[in-house]
């Protein structure tokens, strides 16, 4: 099992910026931020491998968010700039020991973090 804690989330006007956390309870290969909004389906939004250095995001955010990660902490950050009001959203972390699937598909991550709420206010 794997426990993830996700923080950082809060209210901020578009332009502004946040940087979420997520800390789990042991090193996993494959973490990624989700997203959602009541009615809607879980979007993936950015996925990290292993050391850092393969990232993918979601269209929508390339250019204003950025995943990293902290393997000495366990904790994967997102980074996010330039934030509009169609971001709000409850984000939560995922983990994965596989890789396996397509990264933004929530089918494929085994460990969910509870969610914290993002608000972009115009």
């Known amino acids: 099992q794997v426990q993830l804690v996700e923080s950082g989330g809060g209210s901020v006007q578009a332009g502004g910026s946040l940087r979420l956390s997520c800390t789990a309870s042991t090193y996993t290969v494959c973490m990624a931020w989700f997203r959602q909004t009541p009615g809607k389906e879980l979007q993936g939004v950015a996925r990290?491998?292993?050391?850092?250095?393969?990232?993918s995001y979601v269209d929508s955010v390339k250019g204003r968010f950025t995943i990293s990660r902290d393997n000495a902490k366990n904790t994967v950050y997102l980074e996010m700039n330039s934030l509009k009001p169609e971001d709000t959203a409850k984000y939560s972390c995922a983990a994965d020991r596989r890789c396996a699937g397509a990264w933004y598909t929530s089918y494929f991550y085994d460990y969910w973090g509870q969610g914290t709420q993002v608000t972009v206010t115009s």
């Open positions: 990290i491998l292993g050391g850092g250095g393969v990232t």
